[in-house]
C-alpha cells in the first residue's frame, strides 16, 4: 500500500535526551514536511524538505533538527535545547500543494 | 507564523443538520485546501481548490474558492455522527515558489445523534 508510516505511535522520553522521530513514505514525493500540534491548535511548521539533500527552517525550527539523505525518509530529532517537547507531531509529503500525512507520533518528554 | 483565521471554533449540532464553516486571509493563496482530523490521527485531504470561483464537491462536502482568493468556504449537508472531528482550511502559493501551506486554526464539530 502507498502511505506515509511514522514510528512509533507513542513515545516517552525522559528530560535532556534527543529523540529522533521516524518518517517514511512510498508516495515518491519530492516535498516533506514535519509539524507540530499541541492540544487545541492548529499546525505549526518545524522544517520541510523540497528535493533530497536540502531542507529548510519553518516557523518553529529552535531545538529540532532534520536530515534528507533518501527522498523516500525525513527523520526528526527533537533536541535537549527543545524547551517544550511534548506535543503531537505530523509529518507529511506532497507533490504539489496537496499534502498527505501520516498517522502522528505523541511525544511525551517527563 | 501566519495562521488563517477560521470560524466558528467550534459547532455542536443535531444529526441531519447542515454545518457551514470558513476561512478568511489577508493574503491571496493560489490554492485552497479542506483536510478532516479525527482525534490522535493525522488530518486527511477532503477537496483541493486550485482557482478562484471555483465549486468541487466531494459527496456531501460542497467546497469554494472564493473569488476574491482570500476566503474559502466549506458546508457538510444532513450531518451524521461519523462527521465528528476538526476540520481545517490551508491556503497555499501566497510566496515564492515553495509548495508551503498555511493551516487555519481549525473548527471543531460535533454531531449529537
Known amino acids: 500500500d502507498g502511505g506515509i508510516t511514522q514510528s512509533p505511535k507513542y513515545l516517552f522520553r525522559k528530560e535532556g535526551q534527543n529523540v529522533t522521530l521516524s518518517c517514511e513514505q512510498n508516495?515518491?514525493?519530492?516535498?516533506m514536511y514535519w509539524y507540530r500540534q499541541d492540544p487545541g491548535q492548529g499546525l505549526r511548521l518545524i522544517y520541510y524538505?523540497?528535493?533530497?539533500?536540502?531542507?529548510q527552517k519553518g516557523d518553529i525550527a529552535e531545538g529540532y533538527s532534520v536530515s534528507r539523505e533518501k527522498k523516500e525518509s525525513f527523520p526528526l530529532t527533537v533536541t535537549s535545547a527543545q524547551k517544550n517537547p511534548t506535543a503531537f507531531y505530523l509529518c507529511?509529503?506532497?507533490?504539489?500543494?496537496?499534502?498527505?500525512f501520516g498517522p502522528g507520533t505523541r511525544l511525551t518528554v517527563t | 507564523g501566519q495562521q488563517l483565521n477560521q470560524s466558528p471554533q467550534s459547532m455542536f449540532i443535531q444529526e441531519g443538520e447542515d454545518v457551514s464553516m470558513n476561512c478568511t486571509s489577508s493574503?491571496?493563496?493560489?490554492?485552497w485546501l479542506w483536510y478532516k482530523q479525527d482525534p490522535g490521527e493525522g488530518p486527511v485531504l477532503l477537496i483541493a481548490?486550485?482557482?478562484?470561483?471555483e465549486l468541487t464537491s466531494n459527496g456531501r462536502l460542497t467546497a469554494q474558492f472564493g473569488i476574491t482568493r482570500k476566503d474559502s468556504f466549506l458546508n457538510i449537508s444532513a450531518s451524521i455522527p461519523s462527521d465528528v472531528g476538526i476540520y481545517f482550511c490551508?491556503?497555499?502559493?501566497?510566496?515564492?515558489?515553495?509548495?508551503?501551506?498555511?493551516f487555519g486554526t481549525g473548527t471543531l464539530l460535533a454531531v449529537q445523534p
Open positions: 507529511a509529503s506532497s507533490p504539489g500543494y496537496e499534502q498527505y
Open positions: 508516495l515518491n514525493h519530492d516535498a
Open positions: 524538505s523540497q528535493i533530497v539533500n536540502d531542507f
Open positions: 493574503s491571496i493563496f493560489n490554492t
Open positions: 481548490l486550485y482557482k478562484a470561483g
Open positions: 490551508a491556503g497555499g502559493g501566497d510566496s515564492g515558489a515553495t509548495n508551503k501551506l498555511i
